[in-house]
């Protein structure tokens, strides 16, 4: 039987394994349709949320994607990237974001690219609210940051709700009386671009870390996703491996 049992291992983990076995073992092609949400709760005996944070994971792994009121697809698969995942504490991340301060850029309501559409659950053509910071330490610039919220979250804000010293997302989770539960991360490489050389000090075509990161509630509603890019001699990014033994 395929139904899923509670243990040591989280059941939307054990889900996500799941999935993402059959399709590595080619159960689903690249552009195949996964099973309906209601159909993977049926086969695996789990909730909703549990169904919704596995296909979240298979998501930001680049395994599949998710087309609104649609369903979810398997991407074609690039050949030569590995990819890695990682899990720690949001809430000790967040406590490091106080050594940055944040330099207000710029408020707006726009299309977002169709990534930012995808992982914030809009419609096409829906409008986000925008917010550009640069994150400044030591009074050197160290990122160029690109926050995007539904417009009911991003109309909750004003300036100083990014410059006071806190994360954004506290400032979120306290004007929606809700609290973060989750938060997914990709890095890669890229290049500044215009808007992040501009305010980073680089040539456009300079090598960067690009970061993205989506912030979910507990009832898995994606409320805020961050595109950063970090200066290349002021940033790293290093990972203390322990022994589970």
């Given amino acids: 039987s395929a139904r899923l049992e509670a243990g040591p291992l ?10 993402r076995a059959r399709v590595l073992n080619g159960e689903f092609s690249p552009g195949d349709a996964l ?17 919704r944070r596995a296909l979240d994971a298979l998501i930001a792994q680049g ?10 697809f398997v991407t074609e698969q690039k050949k030569g990237v590995r990819s890695i995942r990682l899990s720690g504490s949001l809430d000790e991340f967040l406590a490091t974001a106080g050594d940055l301060r944040n330099e207000f850029v710029s408020c707006e309501d726009v299309v977002p690219p169709a990534e930012i559409s995808e992982v914030l659950a809009l419609q096409s053509g829906e409008r986000a609210t925008r917010m550009e910071v640069t994150s400044f330490l030591d009074q050197e ?32 989770e306290r004007k929606m009386n809700t609290r973060v539960a989750r938060a997914e991360q990709q890095i890669e490489a890229d290049t500044a671009g215009d808007a992040a050389a501009e305010h980073l000090g680089l040539a456009p075509t300079t090598p960067v ?3 993205k990161r989506v912030y979910y509630s507990a009832f898995e509603q994606p409320i805020e996703a961050a595109v950063l890019r970090y200066h290349p001699e002021r940033y ?4 203390d491996y322990r022994s589970s033994t």
């Avoid at 989280?10 to 999935?19: A, D, N």
């Fill in 35 to 51: 099973p309906t949400e209601e159909r993977i709760c049926s086969e695996y005996g789990v909730s909703r949320i549990t169904v």
């Fill in 63 to 72: 395994l599949i994607v998710k087309r609104r009121g649609v369903g979810s």
């Fill in 141 to 172: 610039p160290v990122a160029f940051v690109q926050v995007y919220f539904p417009l009911a979250v991003g109309h909750l804000l004003d300036i100083e709700d990014v410059t006071n010293g806190l994360p954004i997302i506290r400032v979120v």
């Fill in 236 to 239: 790293k990014y290093a990972i």
């Fill in 10 to 19: 989280p059941l939307y983990l054990q889900l996500e394994r799941q999935l």
């Fill in 209 to 211: 870390l690009r970061v």
